[in-house]
C-alpha cells in the first residue's frame, strides 16, 4: 500500500472463528481488533500464569479502581518503556 501498511487476510476454520469471536466480545472489541492487537503485541496474549481468573481477577480489580489506560495510550508508553531521558 501507499502508505506502507500491509493488508493481510486470513481464512479460519469455523472452530477457530468461532472461538476468536467469543474472546473477542469477552474482552469487549471486535475480532479486526483482537486480530490487529495479537499482530502488533504478540506477547500481550501469553501469560506465565498458570491459572487465568488470576489475570482476569487483576484486570478486573484494575477497573474497578479507575486506574487504567487506554490502549493507544499504553502503546504510545511502551514506545520509550525502557530508555534513560536525553
Do not use: C, H
Request: proline content about 5%; aromatic content about 6%.
Amino acid at each position: 500500500m501507499a502508505d506502507g501498511s500491509v493488508t493481510v487476510v486470513v481464512e479460519l476454520d469455523e472452530q477457530r472463528a468461532s472461538e476468536m469471536r467469543a474472546e473477542a466480545v469477552a474482552l469487549g472489541m471486535s475480532l479486526e481488533e483482537l486480530v490487529q492487537l495479537r499482530v502488533n503485541y504478540p506477547s500481550w496474549y501469553w501469560s506465565d500464569d498458570p491459572d487465568p481468573a488470576i489475570d482476569e481477577q487483576i484486570a478486573d480489580e484494575t477497573l474497578r479502581r479507575g486506574d487504567s489506560v487506554s490502549l493507544e495510550a499504553f502503546a504510545e508508553r511502551m514506545k520509550t518503556f525502557g530508555r534513560r531521558p536525553a
